[in-house]
């Protein structure tokens, strides 16, 4: 079974998150040839190492929503931490504009098979584009990938933009169910997402 493109919508906020990207790297460039011009040691080799750390977090991102705009480079890698790389990336997004984001502390993905894989980033994707949805309608949500009844819980009605982005993530991982009500939405999600040990 083939599975299911992006979302109408979803191909948008790649677009976006791809332009935030390539402006990160751009940044971080600047500052590697800052870097070599004074490198001695010492504190510009720590200095060194953070960049690299974050352009490999960069690269994966990149990886992860060209794939929403058809261009698979990353195969079968996965990074465990992706949806905590996605969610800091939808937070520099509403920087960027100037809004805040809700941060959350998120558990590491679970990935084994390719099927786990593709519903890996599928989580990652949708729910960059949820918390980015939620800090443009500055409505807050709180995430429970483990235990019993994991979803992600929305404290507010959903304005359009982040009601399209729940749907996008409903229709794209298996195992959804979403309900929207006046003061509140909740998408419920499978179990098998969180990697064990996970809080």
Request: glycine share 14%.
């Amino acid at each position: 079974m083939k599975p299911p493109g992006p979302p109408a919508g979803s191909t948008e906020f790649a677009a976006a998150a791809l332009g935030c990207i390539v402006a990160g790297l751009g940044e971080r460039a600047a500052g590697l040839d800052g870097l070599r011009l004074c490198l001695t040691g010492g504190e510009e080799g720590a200095s060194l190492a953070r960049t690299a750390q974050s352009l490999e977090c960069d690269g994966w991102l990149l990886g992860l929503f060209a794939a929403e705009l058809g261009g698979d480079v990353l195969f079968l890698r996965h990074d465990p931490r992706g949806l905590s790389r996605a969610l800091e990336l939808a937070g520099r997004m509403l920087a960027l504009e100037g809004r805040a984001a809700h941060p959350a502390q998120v558990p590491d993905l679970a990935a084994e098979t390719p099927a786990g894989l593709r519903e890996a980033r599928a989580l990652c994707v949708s729910m960059a584009w949820i918390a980015y949805a939620s800090g443009v309608q500055d409505a807050r949500w709180t995430l429970k990938l483990s235990g019993d009844s994991p979803g992600l819980e929305i404290h507010a009605r959903p304005a359009p933009g982040l009601e399209r982005a729940l749907l996008g993530a409903a229709r794209r991982i298996q195992g959804t169910r979403l309900w929207v009500g006046e003061r509140a939405a909740r998408l419920e999600l499978p179990s098998n997402l969180a990697a064990p040990g996970s809080p």
